[in-house]
Each structure stands twice: as structure tokens, then as C-alpha cells.
Nanobody, 122 residues
Framework: QVQPVESGGGLVQAGGSLRLSCAAS????????MGWFRQAPGKEREFVAT????????YYADSVKGRFTISRDNAKNTVYLQMNSLKPEDTAVYYC???????????????WGQGTQVTVSS
């Protein structure tokens, strides 16, 4: 199993950039597909991006496509989310999660981090 720990959140102005990191403990990190989700106040947790275990394929929510990039470094047990052209509606707690399955449904993900706050001011 793996235990994800997110970092890199903060306050940024609209149009700015942030890079989130997710360091996952456990020897089997490279066996897991990794995903990023987010949850805004009063809303359900929603899919943002996912990457396959070997980094060969990535998928994005339409709302972030072209602005966010997910990547991973299996040697460092770390997955990243580069967020550019941020908008106020990107404000949320961002969660990293691991899954042996591939998909955008949060129910497919078994291991979750505690989340990191991203706030985009207008």
C-alpha cells in the first residue's frame, strides 16, 4: 500500500501558477495509477487529473485541460500537478490518491492524502 502526502498549496492571484507535489510512502508506488481530485466548499469532490503507473497516459477534467499537467517520478515516489492560468474557480482543497484501477471515479481510489489548500484570488 501507499500513503500519499500532498504539499505545495497556497494563495495565488488569478493567472498565476502553482505546482503541487504528492510524495507517497511505500515500495509499491510505481504499481499505482495516481490521481488528483479537488473539493470546493459545499461541493462534492471532483476529478482533476490522473496518470497511469508508468506515466504513459494521462487524463484531465475538461475544466483544467490545457492549463494543468500531471506528471510523476517513480524514482522519487512523487506525482506532480502543475497548475497554470489559475482561476478563482480552481479554489479548493486538492487531494492526491492512488489506485490499482484506472479511471476518474473517486470510488476507484484506495489511498488518499490529507489534502492541500489552493486559493486563487481575483
Amino acid at each position: 500500500q501507499v500513503q500519499p502526502v500532498e504539499s505545495g498549496g497556497g494563495l495565488v492571484q488569478a493567472g498565476g501558477s502553482l505546482r503541487l507535489s504528492c510524495a507517497a510512502s511505500g515500495r509499491s508506488f510505481s504499481s499505482y495509477n495516481m490521481g488528483w481530485f479537488r473539493q470546493a466548499p459545499g461541493k462534492e469532490r471532483e476529478f482533476v487529473a490522473t496518470i497511469t503507473w508508468n506515466g504513459g497516459s494521462t487524463y484531465y477534467a475538461d475544466s483544467v485541460k490545457g492549463r494543468f499537467t500531471i506528471s510523476r517520478d517513480n524514482a522519487k515516489n512523487t506525482v506532480y500537478l502543475q497548475m497554470n492560468s489559475l482561476k478563482p474557480e480552481d479554489t479548493a482543497v486538492y487531494y492526491c490518491a492512488a489506485s490499482t484501477l484506472l479511471g476518474t471515479d473517486r470510488r476507484r481510489y484506495d489511498y488518499w492524502g490529507q489534502g492541500t489548500q489552493v486559493t486563487v484570488s481575483s
